[in-house]
T-cell receptor, first 115, second 113 residues
Framework: GAVVSQHPSWVICKSGTSVKIECRSL??????MFWYRQFPKQSLMLMAT?????????EQGVEKDKFLINHASLTLSTLTVTSAHPEDSSFYIC???????????FGPGTRLTVT | QKEVEQDPGPLSVPEGAIVSLNCTYS??????FMWYRQYSRKGPELLMY????GNKEDGRFTAQVDKSSKYISLFIRDSQPSDSATYLC?????????????FGQGTRLTINP
């Protein structure tokens, strides 16, 4: 149980285009999902908290107009990187809260490369 | 000072050795303490969690929490090459209305056959 999937696993896009990443909880409902960003050999940095049916809460320093988050259902949250630039290239990971509020289950991650 | 400090390593040990991974923290609000394992280019996998001081054992893994010293550890017994990964400690607190995780930097561990 507690499986989280992400799609796509790897995407390459040109500078200036937008990319959408999907995060799904496959066998449980997740009222809260989180989006993280991870640079090589560094830890996970929380970008935003996504709540079903309401606006996402962004961490300090994260541009909400650039990283659009939509939590449309209890099993799906999407992150759209708008007008992507090479510095947005990173590993993006989502997570969802399980039955216990402190348990987070992570997706496999999406590697974004902006050329 | 970071909220959670973890030695990034890298740490390299021979197969069968006992591995000790450690984190310190500064925020007394942290309530739950987790260890995640992350293989290269994969999402983190929850290994163990605990919420009280003391030891918790699961197979070859033992998680230890000392809240008075704000120190947590993960011990791996009879280490195997398949244990080679990055290990992240994480701590959970109710922040801005949600249970959020704060991660350590991660320790890269290599078990040599």
């Amino acid at each position: 149980g507690a499986v989280v999937s992400q799609h796509p696993s790897w995407v390459i896009c040109k500078s200036g285009t937008s990319v959408k990443i999907e995060c799904r909880s496959l066998d449980f409902q997740a009222t809260t999902m989180f989006w993280y960003r991870q640079f090589p050999k560094q830890s996970l940095m929380l970008m935003a908290t996504s709540n079903e049916g309401s606006k996402a809460t962004y961490e300090q320093g994260v541009e909400k107009d650039k990283f659009l988050i939509n939590h449309a259902s209890l099993t799906l949250s999407t992150l759209t990187v708008t007008s992507a630039h090479p510095e947005d290239s990173s590993f993006y990971i989502c997570s969802a809260i399980g039955q216990r509020a402190y348990e987070q289950y992570f997706g496999p991650g999406t590697r974004l490369t902006v050329t | 000072q970071k909220e959670v400090e973890q030695d990034p390593g890298p740490l390299s040990v021979p197969e069968g050795a006992i591995v000790s991974l450690n984190c310190t923290y500064s925020n007394s609000a942290f309530q739950y303490f987790m260890w995640y394992r992350q293989y290269s280019r994969k999402g983190p996998e929850l290994l163990m969690y605990t919420y009280s001081s003391g030891n918790k054992e699961d197979g070859r893994f033992t998680a230890q929490v000392d809240k008075s010293s704000k120190y947590i550890s993960l011990f791996i017994r009879d280490s195997q090459p398949s244990d080679s990964a990055t290990y992240l400690c994480a701590m959970s607190a109710l922040l801005q209305g949600a249970q959020k995780l704060v991660f350590g930097q991660g320790t890269r561990l290599t078990i040599n056959p």
